[in-house]
């Protein structure tokens, strides 16, 4: 890892409901008040810790949110991910070392799952991959949360990823707007009669108009029609 020649990948459950995609930058160290813990921390002996995320899907467990998110380490510190996301405020599912303990009781462990390891070979200089199935208590934890298995991101397609899953939500919002103006008898007839057929609007296509633009751009111009549409 420190060589970054090694890639790392998981799968977490957490409490709440993270951005679609981050990077927590975050040096870590021993926890001065439990030296069992490690913690974010600024002190002398902290070490780089990067974590990047993506959330995959969204659910429900006893009636609370809980997100599905992909994590990939630039590191490698004791925790990592476990600290990360609780410093995020989006602890672990089951995590009775950083998570919420009155959440405990829902999974038995920290609901954590290796998915995928890359490296180069030492042999050939190739990048080799590994992919994990899903242990069978993660998978019926994400069922019961009622998430599917989701499919595997490729690391170069995770801004497509992110940008695809922003506007897929923008066009269900718009749906559900058209069928609210159904309700309330404000559209014509021939209207009323395609709405099922019926996306966003041919001017607000934003993945041809915007494709091209540079990532921050793009979810910048998202974002902004979520607030001026809302």
């Not at 602890?91 to 950083?98: H, M, Q, R, S």
């Not at 462990?109 to 080799?128: D, F, I």
């Amino acid at each position: 890892l420190q060589a970054r020649t090694v890639k790392r990948e998981y799968f977490a459950l957490v409490w709440g409901t993270p951005y679609l995609s981050g990077t927590v930058d975050a040096p870590m160290a021993r926890s001065q008040k439990d030296r069992v813990k490690m913690a974010v921390t600024a002190s002398l002996t902290a070490k780089p810790a990067i974590t990047h995320y993506t959330r995959l899907a969204q659910g429900e467990m006893e009636r609370r949110p809980v997100s599905l998110v992909r994590c990939r380490l630039e590191t490698g510190r004791t925790h990592q991910i476990r600290v990360h996301m609780q410093h995020l405020g989006f602890p672990l599912v089951g995590d009775t070392v950083y998570g919420k303990q009155h959440l405990a009781p829902y999974f038995p462990r920290q609901a954590l799952q290796a998915r995928r390891l890359g490296l180069v070979h030492p042999g050939t200089g190739e990048h080799v991959e590994w992919t994990v199935p899903l242990a069978t208590d993660f998978a019926e934890l994400i069922a019961r949360a009622g998430i599917e298995e989701p499919q595997d991101i490729p690391d170069d397609d995770a801004d497509g990823y992110v940008y695809r899953t922003m506007v897929n939500t923008y066009n269900t919002w718009w749906r559900r707007k058209w069928r609210n103006e159904i309700a309330t008898e404000s559209l014509p007839e021939p209207a009323k009669a395609n709405a099922d057929e019926v996306d966003a609007p041919k001017s607000l296509d934003l993945w041809a108009a915007v494709n091209q633009l540079p990532r921050r751009q793009r979810i910048a111009i998202v974002l902004r029609y979520f607030v001026d549409l809302s």
